[in-house]
């Protein structure tokens, strides 16, 4: 490799904001360039890894827990040292944090990392336009990520007036006069932003941390509570394929505490049966075709949520399982919310 390290770019942003959307066009879209990816999900299943397989040679993937606390600067590096080494040719390296993470600690995790070949490449902060005041509203801390972000990302403008877009344009560069504000549909941005990356000077991690406080003052930490606390994730699977009327039912009056739901579900109605990844964010919901190929119909589903009734959550999926035959037009319930 190169004598140049490789910038490690972290990825953040609240639940459903657009992190993987980005990933994956940046992976679509490499000009050339080789990224090695570490990902991490809230749920036992890591649906965003399965959501990113095939379109990286270098990945490696944590589920089950937070990254920004559920490992140390030493489980760190041994993620770090799978992907940048002597030989290792990559250009940038990016971590996806879960949607509970806190940029705060990620950034700690890389400043700190003994790896020789890899620098501090910033902080890329998504945001959903369409939730970030309520998010705000229910978590203030959101409002210190965005001050701590080098590169701001406004994604899903296409769902919010001109004069909401001002709006939240103003309140982010109140935030931060520092970091550039990309405004995006579907986490699209020249990936030339990240990937020139080596050629820039290297961006300090938040304007009021110095370094030495963001990889010592854990007492700081102690005194606000992370993100994640009091969030619970739920992971169900199912040989069966779903009825997708009472699926669609399920997402459309969630059981309370219900922010986030995401993963592959499998229904079958009459002779017919389809796959898909289902995705929804708040009251928002998207079915696309599940597009792995040759992979086997399964449902693999990922529900978070703030102070949830885990079992509640689970019986209603379960009472998603005929156990009778279901009529060909219960298939209807799913087109409404198909893409294509
Ligand atoms: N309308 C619209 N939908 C978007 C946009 N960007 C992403 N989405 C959808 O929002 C949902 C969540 O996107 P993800 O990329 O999975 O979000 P994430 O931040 O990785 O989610 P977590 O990892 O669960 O925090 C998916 O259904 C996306 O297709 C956008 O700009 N506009």
Redesign the pocket.
């Known amino acids: 490799m190169s004598s140049t390290r490789i910038p490690v770019v972290i990825v953040a ?12 066009h940046l992976l679509r879209n490499t000009r050339g360039a080789r990224i090695g990816v570490i990902v991490n ?2 749920g036992s299943v890591n ?2 890894s399965m ?1 990113v397989a095939g379109q990286v040679d270098s990945m490696v993937s944590l589920s089950n827990g937070c990254l920004c606390c559920a490992v140390d600067v030493s489980d760190m590096d041994t993620m770090l040292d799978k992907l940048a080494h002597r030989s290792s040719d990559l250009d940038v390296i990016v971590v ?1 944090a ?3 993470a806190e940029p705060r600690n990620m950034i700690r995790l890389v400043t700190g990392s003994a790896n020789e070949y890899i620098t501090y490449g910033g902080l890329v902060l ?1 945001i ?1 336009a369409v939730e970030f005041d309520d998010a705000c509203a229910r978590h203030p801390e959101l409002e210190q990520h965005v001050a701590l972000a080098d590169l701001l990302l406004l ?5 919010i007036d001109a004069d909401a877009h001002d709006d939240l344009l103003g309140r982010l560069c109140a935030l931060n006069r520092r970091a550039a504000v990309v405004s ?4 699209r941005m020249d990936p030339g932003l990240l990937f020139d990356i080596p050629d820039r000077p290297e961006p300090q991690p938040g304007e009021q941390l110095t370094l030495d406080r963001l990889l010592y003052d854990d007492e700081h930490d102690c005194d606000h509570g992370h993100l994640h606390d009091g969030y619970d994730a739920v992971t169900f699977a199912a040989a069966k394929p779903l009825h997708p009327r009472l699926f669609v039912d399920f997402l459309e009056t969630q059981p309370a505490g219900v922010f ?1 739901i ?1 993963g592959y579900v499998h229904v079958a109605a009459g002779l017919r049966s389809r796959a898909y990844l289902v ?1 929804t ?1 708040g009251d ?1 919901i ?1 079915f ?1 075709p599940d597009r792995r190929g040759e992979a086997p119909a399964t449902t693999e589903l990922v529900v ?1 949520g703030a102070d949830l009734d885990t079992e509640a959550v689970r019986e209603r999926l379960e009472g998603c399982i005929p156990t009778e035959p279901v009529s060909a037009d219960a298939m209807y319930a799913v087109h409404r919310f198909t893409s294509r």
Not at 13 to 24: A, D, E
Not at 155 to 159: A, E, L
């Open positions: 942003g609240f639940l459903g904001s657009g992190k993987t959307t980005l990933l994956n999900d809230f649906i965003d959501m996806e879960s949607g509970l998504v959903d994604n899903k403008i296409d769902r995006t549909e579907h986490s986030r995401k995705h964010v928002h998207r696309e978070i």
